[in-house]
């Protein structure tokens, strides 16, 4: 009997544990093992709690991103997005989850191959498995979800084609493959995907044509196909997608002219077809697309006039053809446009006057015309809007006054250098509150005095009158908290530098040469310790030059041209304050007879050296010296420059070497200047790869401009930025915002000398003592090419580049790993491939302030990105590392930075 009984209790045991769970939990439960779960645990309700009372319905509807029907029968959603989770998913752990219709396992670490257990869920209408780490190529199967509606595969490490026979689901809307890459040609079954309103292909490997079938989707609304390298132009097809709002096809090596049928897109809101090759003229048949809000055709090869037609374009807010070959002026019409914001034309051969009643109509924040041939005056109206952010005019033939900057309190960068406007700089300019970057350099007409409220601006940073012929004092200093560089140059300002200057507290940059001022050079002005640069020559100060920390810093060239002023910079000692020439007692009458005598001697002697050395120079020098200047330089002759080189010092600048020294121009201009030696032989190779380099520019670059040479030496010029270089300012904090802005401009300069140089062009020393700031904080590569320019030298230049280019892809890694690690891991591109990845992640997210909150996802998501490019970069396989364009397409997934 007492046998019966256990046998029975055991019975009774055992069915609980039976009833107590259900196939769906225990599946999610076997799931749960195998997944790589953060410390926090995000799923510790997934359990199964001891003495559960027996129930038909499924335990796991209660769980965290769990969803089930109303009679908690059938598990309908699974959601472990954001979840910090990693792992393999095996092929049988969703075999249970017929009844599923929306799975979202994004955000998360997920590796290795999609599992094709969950191409048998047939009820799925949404499957979301984005920013994951799924690689290798994607299998085939995913028609058999004949529900699908939504599919989301964005930012994985696919590898090899994609899928065709994801358009044999009738059901799609939606389709993402972007940044992914995915290779090969786009299929031209893709074109049949009937319900398709939603596909981006972006930011992949993909190559060959564009598919014409791509007409025959009448319903999408939103395309983007950009960010690969397709072969050929727009097909003409595309007009046909008569439902499209949303169509991007930017930075696509797209050729040929666009086709005029993409004027039949009359629902089109948005077009960007920027950064690529496109040739020919804007097709007037925009103008009948009524609906469009922003065009962006800029980066390309377009000639020709802005349509007249576009003046029908009432709703356009973005009109951007900046960088292409077009001309003409531009219709009045754009001017009545209501809802313009943003007017984007620099750099083509734009001439005439801008309309008139530009800015009377509508509320303009960006108006961008520089580097044209525009003349005339600044529309009087351009400000009456009053959200006018930026003005950029510069490098053009604008002419008359700037009263229109009157009263314009919303501007915060106007740049309105190399022009011909008059009247001086308004003295109501203090209105413009929110200034912060003022620059009207190189205006030769300008005049005026400096307005007497000019250092009120209370966000001001910047400001720059270089050669304005500006006269009258410098007004005294307020409240300059922001400010950061003063160029006032090549002007007539008289008086005295004013003591109040020593309250702008973050001065780094002061440059008052070429001008007439006088007095003594202010004591406290040197007790700024973020004064980097100083430059005071030419002028007529006296006194001694003070020894505080700042002018320690500086050498002889800040303070050249002053014969009244003594101190060590200058090695002219001082006596009681003045130059000792000043102060000498030649003793009685007849000592100061003889000594006239002698000076007078002395004098007749070098007069006649000094017309000796003009002799020799005029008829030696220049006749064997030539000059090539690249833009940016003031007029010189080879002369002037040879004459600028008696001030040269080899001094440590930011970014220099043994070879790199800084020197003042006759025009008070800063450069750094570089000696080469060539021979003969070398000599066609290397000057037209230093004229490569001369008209090869980009904005993150240090631009060379100029060379001075003979047929033995040469001097290259290039521009000098004092505001330090990265790895002086590595250990700055920065926002991930400005971490990203800064990796991203680095890639662009390096990714310029790559592709953009015909042939390509390596850096070959790239590190964080060679990407120097400008004023505004934006890197420059430095030191670029000089590897190359000494293999032409000794004539060991074959073989050099490709090697040079894989070199630079690792360099580039270590220096981002720098910036993600705040300096931790210097020269750490071999050791990050023995630290396993999670222990990396970890460091890198402490390193940036990133926690594990909801919040923080998104950052830690492009951190991850990032990270995933600097191991790429450094991999040990040369061939296996990305091309600095994979790298760019790849950073592109970040946020947009903001110019």
């Known amino acids: 009997m007492a046998k019966t009984i256990f046998i029975i209790l055991i019975f009774f045991v055992f069915s609980s544990s039976c009833f107590a769970s259900d196939p769906f939990s225990e599946a999610l439960l076997s799931l749960k093992s195998e997944l790589i779960i953060p410390s926090e645990n995000v799923l510790n309700d997934w359990k199964i709690q001891e003495n559960q009372t027996p129930s038909s319905k499924i335990i796991a509807c209660s769980w965290t991103g769990i969803k089930c029907d109303e009679n908690m029968t059938k598990i309908t959603s699974l959601d472990l997005s954001f979840k910090n989770l990693g792992g393999v998913l095996s092929h049988n752990q969703f075999g249970q989850f017929l009844d599923l219709i929306d799975l979202n396992i994004s955000h998360n670490s997920f590796s290795d191959q999609i599992p094709v257990g969950i191409f048998n869920l047939s009820n799925l209408k949404t499957l979301d498995i984005s920013r994951n780490n799924f690689s290798g190529v994607f299998p085939s199967g995913i028609s058999k979800l004949e529900n699908l509606v939504v599919f989301d595969a964005f930012s994985n490490s696919f590898s090899g084609s994609l899928p065709k026979d994801v358009c044999e689901i009738w059901s799609l809307k939606v389709l993402n493959f972007a940044g992914s890459y995915f290779s090969g040609s786009i299929p031209s079954e893709y ?113 020709g006039p802005i349509p007249e037609s576009f003046s029908n374009l009432k709703n356009l807010k973005l009109l951007s053809v900046m960088y292409n070959d077009m001309n003409g002026s531009v219709p009045d019409g754009i001017a009545k446009l209501p809802n313009l914001e943003s007017l984007l034309i620099w750099d083509n051969f734009f001439s005439g006057e801008l309309p008139q009643e530009l800015g009377k109509y509508s509320k303009l924040k960006w108006v961008d015309v520089s580097t044209n041939d525009f003349v005339g005056v600044i529309p009087p109206d351009i400000c009456s809007g009053g959200e006018l952010s930026r003005l950029m005019l510069f490098s053009n033939y604008f002419s008359g006054g700037l009263s229109s900057l009157s009263n314009c309190s919303s501007l915060v960068r106007v740049r309105l250098e190399d022009n011909l406007f008059s009247g001086g700089i308004p003295f109501d300019i203090f209105h413009a509150t929110n200034l912060e970057h003022f620059n009207v350099s190189s205006n030769p007409s300008l005049g005026g005095i400096l307005p007497e409220k000019i250092w009120s601006l209370p966000v001001l940073q910047n400001l720059s009158a270089i050669f304005c012929n500006i006269s ?61 640069f100083l430059n005071l020559s030419y002028n007529d100060l006296s006194g001694s030059i003070p020894m505080e920390n700042s002018f320690k810093a500086m ?94 010092e080899a001094v440590e600048t930011p970014y220099s070497s043994n070879s790199v020294c800084k020197a003042v121009l006759l025009t008070g201009m800063t450069v750094i200047v570089r000696k080469i030696e060539w021979g003969t032989k070398s000599s066609n190779l290397l000057m037209d790869f230093i004229n490569r380099l001369g008209n090869s520019q980009h904005k993150n670059l240090i631009r060379l401009l100029g060379f001075c040479y003979n047929k033995n030496l040469g001097y290259l010029l290039y521009e000098y930025l004092p505001n330090g270089d990265l790895d002086e300012k590595i250990g700055v904090k920065r926002d991930w915002g400005s971490k990203q802005r800064l990796v991203v401009n680095i890639a662009k300069g390096l990714c310029f000398l790559h592709h953009d140089c015909r042939p390509a062009i390596p850096h070959g020393n790239l590190k964080a003592s060679n990407i120097v700031f400008d004023e505004n904080m934006e890197p420059h590569l430095a030191e670029f090419a000089f590897k190359t320019i000494s293999a032409m030298e000794t004539g060991d230049y074959k073989g050099l580049m490709e090697h040079e280019l894989t070199d630079d892809i690792f360099d580039f890694g270590e220096v981002v790993l720098e910036i993600l690690t705040n300096c931790k891991r210097k020269n750490g591109g071999v050791m990050i491939h023995r630290t396993p990845r999670e222990v990396l992640l970890k460091e890198i997210y402490q390193a940036n302030e990133v926690d594990s909150s909801s919040s923080s996802k998104s950052i830690q998501e492009e951190i991850k990105l990032v990270f995933e490019v600097v191991l790429r970069c450094t991999t040990s396989k040369q061939t296996d590392r990305p091309s600095m364009e994979e790298v760019l397409k790849i950073l592109s997934g970040l946020k947009p930075e903001k110019k």
């Open 191 to 303: 074109g049949y995907c009937k319900s398709l309103e939603f596909l981006h292909l972006g930011g992949n490997f993909l190559t060959g044509n564009l598919p014409k079938e791509f007409g025959q989707l009448k319903n999408i609304v939103h395309m983007e196909i950009g960010y690969n390298m397709y072969e050929g132009g727009i097909p003409w097809e595309f007009g046909n997608m008569s439902q499209l709002q949303y169509l991007d096809i930017a930075d696509a090596n797209l050729s040929g002219p666009i086709p005029k049928d993409l004027g039949n897109l009359t629902k089109l809101d948005t077009l960007f077809l920027f950064k690529n090759r496109l040739s020919g003229m804007i097709p007037t048949e925009f103008g009948d697309i009524l609906t469009l809000s922003s065009l962006d055709v800029s980066d390309n090869m377009l000639t």
């Open 555 to 648: 050498d002889s060239n800040s303070f050249l041209g002053n014969p009244n002023l003594c101190g060590a910079p200058l090695a002219r000692p001082c006596h009681h304050g003045k130059a000792i020439s000043e102060g000498l007692d030649l003793g009685s009458r007849s000592h100061k007879v003889a000594w006239v005598i002698v000076l007078c001697a002395v004098v007749v002697l070098l007069v006649c050296f000094l017309i000796g050395i003009v002799y020799y120079r005029r008829h030696n020098v220049n006749r064997h010296w030539r000059m090539v200047s690249f833009g940016g330089l003031p007029e010189l002759t080879a002369a002037d420059v040879l004459k600028s080189f008696d001030s040269v």
């Open 472 to 532: 009258g004092i410098v007004p005294g200093f307020q409240s300059c908290k922001l400010l950061y560089v003063i160029e006032l140059n090549g002007n007539h300002l008289s008086g005295t530098i004013p003591e109040s200057l020593s309250v702008c507290e973050n001065l780094g940059m002061l440059n008052l040469a070429e001008n007439n001022l006088s007095g003594e050079i202010p004591v406290k002005l040197g007790s700024s310790s973020k004064l980097k």
